[in-house]
């Protein structure tokens, strides 16, 4: 166990806000679908797994940069497609089998890229303009890390300003809270849906793509973290944006910590904080009050 | 064969219609069956010899369980090419372990209802000493062909098990020697996997740095599945170790090192357990350190080039040392089946505790410890190729050393029976 410094300390902090950032990505597709159509997507690592995937067979014709943008975009065509196909079939009948077929899908998914792209792990390597580190002083810091801290930040941002800034967005958070009233009013909802579906894919899909380079890209890579998106999601609460941004900083500040002063817990330390903000806010930190979940 | 009977003793001279009926229907049954009876006749002259092979397809060692099912398929159609073992095919059945409780359940499936003569595999220690377990249980002969834990020579050995794959011990006195001869790196910190496997590799590569007279500076355990480790590097890089040593396996491992060479790599790496099938999804540039191999497809040693086209030729990649434990253990075991003319599992147990010497596609030959039933075998310390040297992109390590040197005993690089007891127990 190294000193106990400041400066170790400011180190961890810092980077916790970067592993943060991580599970914000991770955590906020998850968080769109649920919150806005209300369906616990349990594909959602399969689809972050189809991001990496479709990353990595971009980038070897067409560079990293192009392929961070046609990823997402392809995960979330697909997703568009079983939603149109399936998952609309689903909407008023019992949660349960929204959960089946995700789950369903899942699976299907993990065993297609085993089939198609084999068992083994692909090699994915950091894009060479982002390898290697910038110094804080006598610190270095990884390139790579910055770069997915700042696309973080642009994501975030570029959500929050369609969501609550746009009309599209607009329609799309009151076609959720009361469906009925937008449809008097001569909007229909079935492509507001279709969107939103997909929007939430695309974050999946991203999320696959940003860490290709740092955890490699194989089959069941979605599976652990499709659980480390639930807890985000569960600890931010759903119905507001910011819920599950800073219970994903919140995530990656814990861990991080955890790692530093006992780390056989870190992974425990996340369902930690769940279970103890599931006993003083059970709505989640930002949660809100909402009929349709009550 | 059915004659139908006169009843004439009793001078009615004629069947009644029923009786007719009922004759007719058991002359009729029995020609329909009769081919059917035939061949079951004849193949039990060739039940096949059965193996249960187990390993997990899925999760973090996935990856080696599909090159572990490879190496095994090869054998059994080699050996079925060759006409069999005994004048009997060989028949393999395929199970998934993906956790120590399915592990149990599956191999207490293929002895019980399956009736496979013997179980091989498996990569988890935790699985694995579970199997070992229903092994001795049921009385069959389980060969382990990759999970490492000591504790599976040691306190928890049993007369059933037998080892292709190395132990801990051996890993790590395979790559601590050749790290204290060739340079100074005498502080350690050690990264460790929270599990079964992970906790015996540290116990063993303590006690390895501790008679080698060097001191640990940091230790952390890892729990599997770990994404992301930018904060255990930052940990070890502000103790400033020698060397950081690594006590990962599967997958968690290679994201380790992409990660690792992230922040520049800032200290000598070596690991304790190496599965060059993990490395060869790292890509070439996030490879770095010292590392010990069970087997390298460019050893050079008799059979090894041959053995490698021809698993090419099946499978498209040369073997890994998981495909290739499972292949030798394949082999060793129809080879005592044909030595001992028996698939009784006591009989082969008595046929490997006896020491004979096995060709493995090493440059020397091995044999069983008769105390802990342990594989003795060279090892391989190895390093990244420089990739303008490399033949091809499955060409990633440069062999530096076989150890123990050919001046040493095989047995150097094991345990002795005081510092890893074992009670193999009766038969």
Not at chain 2, 282 to 292: F, K, N
């Amino acid at each position: 166990m190294p000193e106990l410094s400041l400066s170790l300390l400011i180190q961890f902090i810092a980077n916790g806000f970067v592993v943060g950032m991580y599970y914000t990505l991770l955590a906020l597709g998850l968080s769109i679908i649920f919150g806005l159509i209300g369906v616990i997507n349990l594909a959602h690592g399969a689809l972050y797994a189809l991001g990496a995937y479709a990353a990595y067979v971009f980038s070897r014709h067409l560079g990293f940069f192009p392929a961070l943008v046609l990823s997402p975009l392809i995960v979330a065509v697909l997703a568009m497609a079983i939603e149109v196909t399936m998952l609309r079939r689903l909407y008023l009948k019992d949660p349960l089998l929204s959960l089946l077929l995700t789950f369903g899908l899942a699976m299907v998914v993990e065993q297609l890229l085993r089939m198609i792209f084999g068992a083994a792990g692909l090699p994915f390597d950091i894009p060479q303009r982002l390898q290697g580190f910038v110094r804080f002083g006598m610190l270095p810091y990884s390139r790579y890390r910055l770069f997915l801290l700042i696309v973080g930040i642009l994501v975030i941002a570029l959500l929050w300003w369609f969501l609550e800034r746009t009309p599209y967005g607009r329609i799309i958070r009151a076609g959720t809270r009361d469906p009925e009233m937008v449809r008097i009013l001569g909007i229909r909802l079935a492509p507001v849906f279709t969107a939103v579906f997909g929007i939430g894919a695309a974050m999946a899909g991203l999320a696959g793509v940003i860490s290709a380079p740092l955890a490699g890209v194989e089959p069941a890579m979605g599976t652990a973290v499709g659980t480390a998106a639930f807890v985000v999601v569960v600890i931010g609460g759903m119905g507001s944006f910011w819920g599950p941004v800073i219970a994903g900083l919140l995530v990656g500040e814990i861990v991080s910590l955890f790692v530093l002063l006992y780390p056989p817990a870190a992974d425990a330390s996340m369902f930690l904080l769940m279970a103890l903000v599931l006993l003083l806010r059970p709505r989640g930190l930002l949660g809100e009050r909402w009929e349709k979940f009550e | 064969m059915a004659v139908i009977k006169r009843q004439g003793s009793e001078g009615k001279g004629k069947l009644t219609r029923r009786e007719f009926l009922r004759r007719a229907g058991a002359a009729g049954a029995m020609a329909l069956t009769s081919p059917f009876w035939f061949s079951y006749i004849r193949a039990l002259g060739e039940v096949p010899i059965k193996i249960g092979h187990i390993t997990p397809r899925t999760g973090f060692l996935g990856m080696l369980g599909d090159f572990a099912v490879k190496g095994a398929t090869l054998a059994v159609e080699e050996a079925n090419a060759r006409g069999g073992v005994l004048g009997r095919r060989v028949d393999i059945v395929f199970e998934d372990s993906p956790n120590p409780g399915v592990a149990v359940e599956k191999a207490t499936k293929l002895i019980e209802r399956d009736r496979v003569d013997v179980l091989i595999g498996e990569i988890s220690s935790a699985s694995g000493l579970a199997v070992a377990d229903v092994a001795k249980r049921l009385r069959k002969l389980y060969m382990n062909t990759g999970w490492n834990s000591d504790e599976g020579r040691g306190v928890r050995c049993n007369r059933y098990v037998f080892h292709v794959e190395g132990m801990n011990t051996m890993y790590t006195k395979a790559v601590g020697r050749y790290l204290f001869r060739k340079r100074e790196m005498r502080a350690w910190y050690f990264l460790t996997a929270d599990y079964a496997f992970g906790h015996d590799l540290l116990r063993v590569s303590r006690r390895l740095l501790r008679q080698l007279g060097g001191r640990e500076v940091g230790s952390d355990l890892v729990p599997t599945g770990t994404p992301d480790y930018s904060s255990y590097i930052l940990k070890v890089r502000a103790a400033r170790p020698d060397l950081l040593f690594l006590n990962l396996a599967g997958v968690d491992q290679t994201t380790f090192m992409k990660q690792w060479r992230e922040f520049g790599a800032p200290f000598p790496v070596a690991g304790g357990v190496m599965d060059t099938a993990q490395f060869w999804a790292v890509g070439r540039e996030a490879l770095t350190g010292v590392w010990p191999a069970l087997w390298y497809h460019k050893i050079k040693a008799p059979g090894v080039a041959d053995f490698v086209s021809r698993f090419r030729r099946r499978w498209g990649s040369p073997p890994d040392n998981q495909a290739w434990a499972d292949y030798t253990g394949i082999k060793l075991v129809l080879r005592a089946m044909e030595e001992t003319k028996s698939t009784d599992s006591a009989k082969l147990i008595e046929f490997f505790e006896k020491g004979p010497r096995f060709d493995i596609l090493k440059e020397r030959r091995a044999w069983f410890a008769n105390w802990n039933h342990q594989l003795v075998q060279p090892m391989y310390i190895v390093v990244p190729k420089e990739p303008a040297k490399a033949e091809d992109k499955w060409d990633i390590w440069e062999v530096i050393a076989s150890v123990p040197g050919l001046e040493e005993s095989l047995v150097e690089i094991l345990p002795t029976p005081s510092e890893n007891p074992c009670e193999l127990g009766s038969l």
